[in-house]
Each structure stands twice: as C-alpha cells, then as structure tokens.
C-alpha cells in the first residue's frame, strides 16, 4: 500500500480519535455519572447538532442535509472511539446492573484542559450544555425528545430539495 493509498483511507471527521474526544469531553463533563452506548450515541449527537433542539445554541458542526441518519450508524463509531479511550486510560468500562457504562477517570480532566484549539473549548462548551440539559434523561426520554425534532430537520431538507 503507497502512502497516496493510506492518505485516501483516512477519514478526518467522525473517526475513532474525534468521537472518543467528543466523548470524552461529554464523560468528563457529566463526571463521575456513567452511561451506556446508547445514551452515548443521543448525548453525543445533542452536542454536535445543539442547535437542532434548541435554536439559541450554536451547533458544534454545520447543519448538513440528512444528518438524523447519523443517529444510526454512530453507535460503531463511537464504540471504536470508546475503545481508543480507554486503552489510553482516560475513559473505564464499567459492568454493573444497568449493562455495560462509561465513565471518565480522573486522567480526563487535565488532558482535556491541555487542549486549546477551538474546536475543543467549543465542544466542552456545548457537553456542558448537553449534560445540564439531559444527562438525566432516559434513553427513552431523549429518543421522544429527539424524534420530532430529527424529522422535521430531514422534512425541511426535503423541502428544500423539491423547490
């Protein structure tokens, strides 16, 4: 395999390293509160698209068409980002009555306050928001919260479309 080969197989957005930063960042802010995949997947869309549910939040990434869709293939992304963490020792597995959870351990404080960039403060920004808003939320609770929300964003897009 030629380097030209390995540049095109790199996928720069929602890749391991930047959805188990996202996650992190949202285990982190919810510390010491753990949560499963799920749970995972619904906070960690809420951080990224904020602006969806509440329009007086700035979305951390652009509103781009169909991106509801994304609730269905993130649970593997984020699994994958989970597993990089944790090798790293900066998010730990729990088993406990509820299934399998995630945590943040106390490693993830001071590594996330070494990140400057913009894009980092403003996703600790937004898992603040999303934490205060529905990390006490069931999965069933933010799927009900979601779901109208996620289809009027793809009628919109729909709309756009046809004119």
């Known amino acids: 395999m030629d380097i030209m080969e390995i540049k095109r197989n790199v996928n720069p957005f929602n890749n391991s390293v930047e ?3 996202r996650i992190l960042t949202i285990l982190n802010e919810a510390f010491p509160k753990s949560f499963d995949l799920q749970n995972l997947v619904y906070l960690d869309y809420l951080t990224i698209h904020s602006g969806d549910i509440d329009k007086t939040t700035n979305s951390l990434h652009p509103a781009v ?15 994958k980002g989970l597993n990089l963490f944790i090798s790293k020792k900066l998010i730990e597995k729990l088993y406990n009555q509820n299934g399998i959870e995630y945590k943040a351990t106390e490693n993830a404080m001071p ?5 400057e960039e913009n894009y980092s403060i ?3 920004e937004n898992a603040s928001w999303t934490v205060n808003n529905f990390s006490n939320h069931t999965k069933q609770e933010l799927k009900t919260i979601m779901t109208p929300k996620l289809t009027k964003i793809d009628n919109e897009f729909n709309i756009e479309i046809l004119q």
């Open 65 to 79: 068409p169909y991106r509801s869709g994304e609730i269905m293939i993130r649970s593997s992304i984020i699994e």
């Open 122 to 124: 403003n996703l600790q």
């Open 111 to 115: 590594f996330l306050e070494s990140l």
């Open 19 to 21: 959805s188990g930063l």
